[in-house]
């Protein structure tokens, strides 16, 4: 089959829960230009460390989360509200659909 | 597309968009430097452990889309370098990777390097995450001297300054400080909302330490810094 030249995005996942809460900023943030304080969006400790993009996974033209984590196994967090107030579904794994997004047997 | 594992410094993963909007099944696509001097064979990406976070941007603004990694890992003082596969890439599985050289910042090494137009001039800027300590750079000359400075984590810009071609960066510019003790492991930037404005999404972690199985876990979040304006 032919493929389209459009290519997908980055790809990493974790899972956990999606929240939005004040981030704990242990001591005061400085050489903070031009942010509001962070809000937490995502607690990924069960995964180890994260490493997130976003992207139009499913095709329906929202935004979804996706995050690597320390497993190899990708996981996506549909986007079921808009792209101005994004809504995340439990995530689900990307290898659920496609089998070789898991990576976590990749060896050099 | 995905970056390389740990084990694996020179492969980033590609998920490609079939015609029904699906994904289609991972290509993997390897990098190698160019060819050094006669007789030399082709050198692969050092054998580091590697977190390559693949962009693709058209980089030299040529109308093709470029393939550039960020190696936050680096060996021998490649970490303040990217690579940069010139395209056009559809078909390759098997890319020539040129050097990019980034300006050092003093006292910090880059973590990890995302990709994005930060001031809305139409061309792409570079953002990076640093790890900072005072007096590493004389640590790192001289194995035999320490420091006790604490680390912090940080995310500088690089404007480009390039009227045309390839970037040409400017000394970086500092836009945030992570808070004590979270340390910074990578970042995107996202579109935040109206007026094409662009926030960042980090990614922190802190206590690393092992459970009882005796594997690593770590207290690790995703926070979203709202730009102001």
């Given at each position: 089959m032919r493929l389209r030249l459009s290519i997908a995005l980055v790809l990493i996942a974790i899972g956990g829960t999606v929240r939005h809460a004040l981030a704990d900023t242990s001591s005061p943030p400085d050489r903070?230009?031009?942010?509001d304080d962070p809000e937490v969006m995502l607690d990924g400790s069960e995964h180890g460390r994260l490493y997130p993009a976003f992207a139009d996974i499913d095709g329906d033209g929202k935004i979804d989360m996706l995050v690597g984590n320390w497993h190899g196994r990708l996981l996506v967090f549909r986007?079921?509200?808009?792209?101005a107030r994004p809504e995340y579904a439990k995530p689900i794994r990307l290898d659920e659909t496609i089998p070789s997004a898991n990576i976590s047997g990749v060896q050099g | 597309m995905s970056g390389s594992n740990?084990?694996?410094?020179d492969m980033v993963h590609l998920f490609l968009r079939k015609n029904d909007g699906s994904l289609a099944a991972r290509q993997d696509l390897l990098f190698k430097l160019p060819v050094k001097p006669p007789g030399a064979e082709p050198d692969y990406l050092g054998l580091a452990r590697a977190v390559t976070h693949p962009h693709l941007v058209d980089w030299n603004r040529d109308g093709h889309t470029d393939l550039v990694v960020g190696h936050?890992?680096?060996?021998a003082g490649g970490e303040w370098t990217l690579y940069v596969c010139a395209?056009?890439?559809?078909?390759?599985t098997e890319l020539t990777a040129k050097a990019f050289v980034l300006p050092a910042v003093p006292d910090a090494r880059p973590v990890y390097f995302g990709v994005a137009d930060w001031d809305g001039d139409g061309k792409v800027d570079l953002l990076v995450a640093l790890r900072c300590q005072k007096g590493s750079d004389a640590v790192r000359a001289d194995p035999l001297k320490q420091t006790d400075e604490p680390v912090s984590y940080a995310i500088s810009w690089l404007r480009n300054t390039a009227t045309k071609g390839e970037p040409k960066f400017a000394a970086a510019s500092p836009l945030l400080t992570l808070p004590a003790p979270w340390e910074l492991d990578g970042f995107t930037v996202v579109?935040?909302?109206?007026?094409?404005r662009l926030d960042i999404v980090v990614s922190v972690s802190k206590n690393i330490r092992r459970n009882m199985e005796g594997n690593y876990c770590v207290d690790s979040q995703l926070w979203l810094y709202r730009r102001k304006g």
């Open positions: 903070q230009t031009g942010f986007n079921k509200g808009t792209n | 740990c084990c694996r410094s936050s890992e680096g060996w395209g056009p890439l559809a078909g390759k579109e935040g909302g109206k007026g094409g």
